[in-house]
């Protein structure tokens, strides 16, 4: 029984650190989104390693991506903003680059569809450093 539980802990803790990996390269690289990425290495922390899940909720910039998500189910207007642009600049290039016309209508269908979704996200905004907000 408690090696079970050791390699469930093991499992969710090379998971959620592949997943805070991959969220942070998704800050560099356009392909790659970070608030999914982040928000899986969390639940899995969450589950696996107080010490870690606690780091990265306090962490100054995935912590309120978390924090956002966990109580609103919504995020920042900058990470609305953000996300599209990046989203929409990767898939024109995407569509810019690929040299079949099926591949070129998918990848346009797959941005509409995914920047539909995410547009329709909820948006929480602190408003200054009110004690509420934190």
Known sequence: MELAI???KLGLNIVGGL????GFLGIFLPVLPT?????LASACFMRSSPKFHNWLIQHKTFGPIIDNWSQHRAVSI???Q???LVMVASFCFSIWIVPQVWLKISLV???VVLVTWFSRLPVVECLADREENH
Do not use: E
Not at 19 to 22: F, K
Not at 35 to 39: D, E, H, R
């Open 19 to 22: 997943s805070l990996c991959l």
């Open 78 to 80: 900058k990470v609305k």
């Open 6 to 8: 050791s390699i469930r």
């Open 82 to 84: 953000r996300g599209i």
């Open 109 to 111: 269908l797959m941005m």
């Open 35 to 39: 608030t999914p990425f982040v928000l």
